[in-house]
């Protein structure tokens, strides 16, 4: 017992040049934290590769894979000439999308997301990597897993470096095991990613500005920076809170600034050549963009906020969920409070909250959208909370209870984590491998059944995933396009059975009535897909 306080009581202490037997002690403190940190990290993997691939892949998922081999997969309302000259419209042709293809290339994989929303680095990575791993769930979400452990990692250090050991090694036990990290580690897109070079960034700054005199540090943020900001657009709001920590303390510091400003230009000219691509994206966005649309008022913005940082710092879900919200928010202000003396820290680690929550509200009054409402753009903040709720944690306890209370905290979080892997809490929210089973059950006769698809242009791609039966599937923008020049009811192969799959409001309802199509099934919810069965007037029974 003895020991554990003297270990508590060295990690709580900062890491400073000293007497000779003060640095033995460093140097065996180094030691014990060196095994803490690889046990936390082989436990976060561990965790992330825990059911990885029992749980469904979700709309967003589904978007990953034709991104990744080069395959567009969308079909354009606006404008005309950003149509693809051929839509698929069976399940067989579809799972040619989700196949990786030797003759696709890193330009084709630029050439989809010109018509997409999303900035190209994962999609990159991810397109060797499907080469290599296939597209089973599994293997898609096996980056997000080793993205999300390396984020853990960058945690530690970025905490160990501004405060000291203890709130580091707390820090990245938070990283680990808070059930959204775990949640979006085990998910086929970018978003543990951008954890990890928004920590990896940060930490170069820290260490550019005890290191001024060594160039790798500025090259080290310069990367990382690029990175980032070819990985998501919210990363821009990250970017932005750094520059403004930069100038700020160098200001108040009377720090030379030209390394600082040379690196930043420099960032920002390697991210220029994106702008075109973007220009395309703008065109095409509306068709495939998952933000909410609608302008959220005042009282709902702060509800938000609130609603997505309680998510991100706590488990609500967990029995005393009330208690679990008030302790962490507790710990923040503490940690807050606890740090305004260390100027640089504070502003370094309250910017990165502040600036990107500013940004997403900002975001949403400019293009008319709800994205305050999508957790997964608020990721990027998680490492700044966690280090802040561990400086909380450091102020309060002694050295003696910190072993304990860590081990308890370790404990909670580690149940919440495999509750999570397991879908248990927070589960994916799709039901498409069950969605799947159904359509396989109801599709008989492929000559006179087919799908019709509404909303989702991921939907097509869902069933040639989950569907063993080769189906008839129509996109109905498509075949609304198609109707202006022939009969509808030839595009619709004269089947006599249409399974209308839709995500949101339906206008394809109107157009099976008007075309002698009755609803005899329906309406079954599987997650966000609703299905609905209509038949040929002339082929249902008389009541």
């Not at 894979?65 to 042709?93: D, K, L, N, W």
């Not at 203890?166 to 949640?183: R, T």
């Not at 940004?359 to 400019?366: A, E, P, T, W």
Request: charged share 15%; hydrophobic share 45%; aromatic share 10%.
């Amino acid at each position: 017992m003895k020991k554990a306080k003297n270990l508590a009581k060295g990690i709580s202490e900062r890491q400073e040049p000293g007497p000779k037997s003060l640095q033995l002690a460093d140097a065996s403190l180094s030691r014990s934290t060196l095994v803490l940190i690889t046990l936390i990290a082989i436990a976060s993997f561990g965790i992330r590769l825990y059911h990885l691939g029992s749980q469904g892949l979700e709309c967003e998922e589904f978007y990953t894979i034709p991104a990744a081999t080069g395959h567009h997969y969308v079909f354009f309302t606006t404008p005309p000439e950003a149509r693809p000259a051929y839509v698929p419209v069976s399940s067989q042709e579809y799972r040619q999308l989700l196949t990786p293809d030797s003759e696709k290339g890193l330009r084709d994989v630029t050439d989809v997301l010109s018509r997409n929303v999303h900035m190209p680095l994962y999609f990159y990575l991810m397109h060797y990597w499907v080469i290599l791993t296939g597209t089973s769930e599994w293997g898609m979400r096996a980056p997000s897993v080793i993205f999300g452990t390396l984020a853990v990692l960058m945690v530690f250090l970025l905490g160990k470096e501004l405060i000291n050991s203890f709130v580091g090694i707390l820090s990245a036990i938070l990283a680990a095991f808070m059930p959204d990290q775990i949640y979006f580690s085990q998910e086929a897109r970018m978003y543990s990613l951008l954890v990890f070079l928004a920590t990896s960034s940060t930490y170069a700054i820290v260490i550019a500005r005890k290191r001024p005199g060594y160039a790798w540090t500025y090259i080290l943020y310069a990367l990382t920076s690029i990175a980032g900001l070819y990985t998501h657009y919210v990363y821009v709001f990250c970017f932005g809170s750094q520059a403004l920590f930069i100038w700020i303390i160098s200001f108040l510091n009377k720090e030379k600034l030209r390394p600082w400003l040379i690196t930043q230009l420099s960032i920002i000219a390697a991210s220029l050549p994106w702008i075109f691509v973007a220009l395309d994206q703008k065109q095409t966005s509306t068709d495939i963009i998952a933000w909410i649309h609608g302008n959220p008022t005042g009282g709902s913005i702060l509800g938000e906020i609130i609603s997505r940082i309680t998510f991100l710092i706590s488990v609500p879900e967990a029995t005393l969920g009330w208690l679990n919200i008030a302790a962490a928010y507790i710990l923040l202000a503490i940690g807050v409070m606890s740090l305004c003396s260390e100027r640089a820290t504070i502003l370094l680690l309250c910017l990165w909250v502040i600036v990107p929550v500013i940004g997403i509200v900002l975001m949403d009054k400019v293009l008319g959208t709800h994205a305050i409402s999508v957790v997964r753009y608020w990721m990027v903040i998680t490492p700044s909370l966690y280090i802040l709720i561990a400086a909380g944690v450091r102020k309060i306890s002694r050295a003696s209870y910190q072993v304990p209370l860590v081990a308890v905290l370790t404990a909670c979080l580690l149940i919440s984590a495999i509750w999570t892997a397991r879908g248990q809490l927070r589960a994916k929210i799709d039901e498409h491998l069950r969605l799947g089973r159904f359509i396989d059950e109801q599709i008989q006769d492929r000559n006179n059944e087919f799908i019709l698809t509404e909303g989702s242009n991921a939907i097509p791609l869902i069933l040639s995933y989950y569907t063993r039966r080769n189906m008839n599937i129509l996109q109905f923008g498509w075949a609304m396009e198609m109707h202006k020049q022939q009969n509808y009811v030839e595009v619709m192969k004269n089947g006599r059975n249409v399974l209308l799959l839709t995500s949101g409001s339906s206008q394809a309802i109107k157009v099976l009535e008007s075309s002698n199509y009755r609803h005899t099934g329906g309406p079954l919810r599987f997650g966000h897909v609703t299905v609905h069965q209509y038949t040929k007037a002339e082929d249902v029974p008389n009541k």
